[in-house]
């Protein structure tokens, strides 16, 4: 997805969302809010931000994406992946300020919270467009459930050792049925993540594309393939377990649903985007030398 201007209007309303642990993290807190006050700013909180002030009301995160111009986040990937996941049609920047371990997706780290929100609220910043998964599951012809994801889609055998067999098509075509651990349908974004670790390849986030992954799978001739992402994914279980050894299915490590013998779960592109806030182009080669440790002394 590309490099986008930002909406054309001055922020008024942001929105707070924090990780669980955001207390540790008071005198942070504290400075955004002080700093978000003086410049005259509403501010809205998710239900982790809000305890740390008495009587403060909360927001549910679709609610924060439909009322404000601008969503901090103060967390690691994994609370800016849970917030995703509510993501609405509306454009409304995300701007990530890393309290996690490696923080991919986060455009600051708490050293630099004022100049960058400073810099935000004076709409000197770019948006980074990220598509997001439609995941959909359907027991017995019927919808089951929808999920919106940014990262990925895992199908994993859950609490059995044993061999899963899935069937995979491509817009209704066949093109495998295999036995693994599981599979991931990844985004661009999201191919830096559980996908990388399972061997599939880094894909640039500008390209329009999903990364199909087997977990393990028991042939050594199933790789991992990138196709255009206006595909749709369809991934059907064939394999019956019994007692309480589920299939499951996890979006973006956040939300999980057990599956069943003959679930189909389809993936597609969504039609709603994921707008992360950036100061700078910065070089996407940069990002990945620093997060993943690329060229460093391995001794």
Request: glycine share 8%.
């Amino acid at each position: 997805m590309p490099i986008v201007s930002p909406p054309n209007k001055k922020i008024k309303k942001v929105g707070i969302i924090a990780k669980s642990t955001i207390a540790s993290h008071k005198a942070l807190f504290s400075k955004l809010l002080k700093l978000l006050q003086k410049e005259k700013c509403s501010i809205f909180f998710d239900n982790h931000a809000a305890k740390l002030l008495k009587g403060a009301k909360f927001l549910d995160h679709q609610d924060m994406y439909e009322t404000c111009d601008l969503l901090i986040v103060l967390g690691g990937d994994g609370t800016i992946l849970k917030s995703a996941a509510s993501a609405v049609k509306k454009i409304t920047p995300i701007l990530g300020i890393n309290l996690g371990n490696l923080g991919f997706n986060a455009e600051t780290g708490p050293d630099q919270i004022e100049e960058t929100v400073k810099l935000v609220l004076k709409n000197k910043y770019f948006l980074d467009k990220r598509s997001l998964l439609r995941v959909t599951i359907y027991r017995d012809k019927n919808k089951l459930d929808t999920f919106l994801a940014l990262n990925d889609a895992v199908i994993n055998q859950g609490m059995s050792a044993r061999l899963i067999e899935l069937n995979i098509e491509i817009d209704g075509r066949k093109m495998v049925s295999f036995n693994a651990d599981g599979m991931i349908v990844a985004t661009p974004t999201g191919s830096t993540a559980h996908s990388l670790s399972a061997g599939g390849p880094i894909v640039h986030p500008t390209l329009d594309a999903f990364v199909i992954t087997p977990i393990c799978p028991s042939t050594l001739a199933l790789r991992p393939i990138v196709i255009p992402n206006d595909r749709e994914v369809t991934i059907t279980v064939a394999t019956q377990r019994r007692g309480t050894y589920n299939i499951g299915l996890t979006m973006d490590g956040q939300q999980t649903l057990p599956l069943e013998y003959g679930d189909v779960v389809k993936v597609r592109k969504s039609s709603r985007n994921f707008y992360l806030v950036r100061i700078d182009t910065k070089n996407y080669y940069r990002t990945l030398r620093e997060k993943l440790g690329w060229g460093r002394d391995s001794m």
